[in-house]
């Protein structure tokens, strides 16, 4: 144990501790509380302190944001069902909720015997991004066709981008893959700078790299089955395309 090094705690919390003083005679440690731009926080009695972590929770944090962010969506996503009430005066409709990144299916319901009636019914896939003064989700969609009449309802399929609440499992290990192979390629630099700690057991370089290569490999894998998945929970969407004066209808 050293002046200078930085502790924390095994709770969750991103506090950590950079310690000033180790007497060996009392014996005592001293450390200023909230170190490294952490927030001090209150943790239960004989909560375990990790001795300079190779990993910590803010970098933790930062990888398991990166892959939430910029590496699942548009492939992997949560599928919600909103409800919208279809308008006789205009086609462009306020988006569900602001979460809504891309429309998988519009469908009516006009007979409770009847099976969602799709047929002639169009919308954009993405949304205009707009502002919160007019429609006040910021996105507005467009939706042709179908009953509009002021009452009857669009049900409509949405991507929402997942979030750490709304993971299912499955998806959950295509986070963790995709942070193991952040924290060791983002790591690998100060660990072969030195000095190396109780976390790092290996002095080969590059070894992080290539064991993030594999979880990169093992990442995709998942993500390639799981996109397939969801491909195959939503019907075949309708595409229009305007030809003269010939209207074709092509299943995408």
Not at 49 to 77: G, S
Not at 150 to 179: D, F, P, S, W
Not at 223 to 247: D, I
């Amino acid at each position: 144990m050293g002046i200078g090094e930085m502790w924390e705690h095994d709770d969750g919390s991103p506090e950590q501790r950079e310690i000033t003083d180790v007497d060996i005679s009392t014996p005592l440690i001293t450390g200023i509380r909230g170190s490294n731009g952490s927030t001090a926080a209150t943790h239960l009695t004989s909560t375990y302190l990790i001795k300079e972590p190779r990993f910590t929770h803010n970098l933790i944090t930062d990888a398991v944001d990166q892959a939430l962010d910029n590496d699942l969506f548009p492939h992997v996503y949560e599928i919600v069902e909103h409800q919208v009430t279809s308008s006789a005066t205009t086609n462009a409709y306020n988006a569900p909720a602001t979460a809504c990144e891309q429309f998988l299916d519009v469908y009516q319901r006009t007979d409770a015997t009847f099976v969602p009636k799709r047929a002639g019914i169009r919308y954009s896939v993405y949304p205009q991004n707009v502002d919160t003064a007019l429609w006040s989700n910021g996105k507005v969609f467009e939706i042709y066709g179908g009953k509009r009449d002021g009452t009857e309802k669009y049900y409509v399929n949405c991507a929402h981008r997942l979030a750490i609440g709304t993971l299912l499992t499955r998806q959950e290990t295509l986070v963790r893959m995709r942070t193991c192979q952040y924290l060791l390629e983002w790591t690998e630099p100060r660990r072969l700078a030195g000095p190396t700690n109780q976390g790092d057991r290996t002095v080969r370089p590059g070894a992080a790299l290539q064991t993030g290569a594999y979880y990169e490999s093992e990442f995709r894998r998942h993500l390639r089955n799981e996109s397939a998945w969801l491909k195959r929970q939503r019907p075949p969407r309708k595409v229009f395309k305007r030809e003269g004066a010939v209207t074709y209808a092509t299943a995408s």
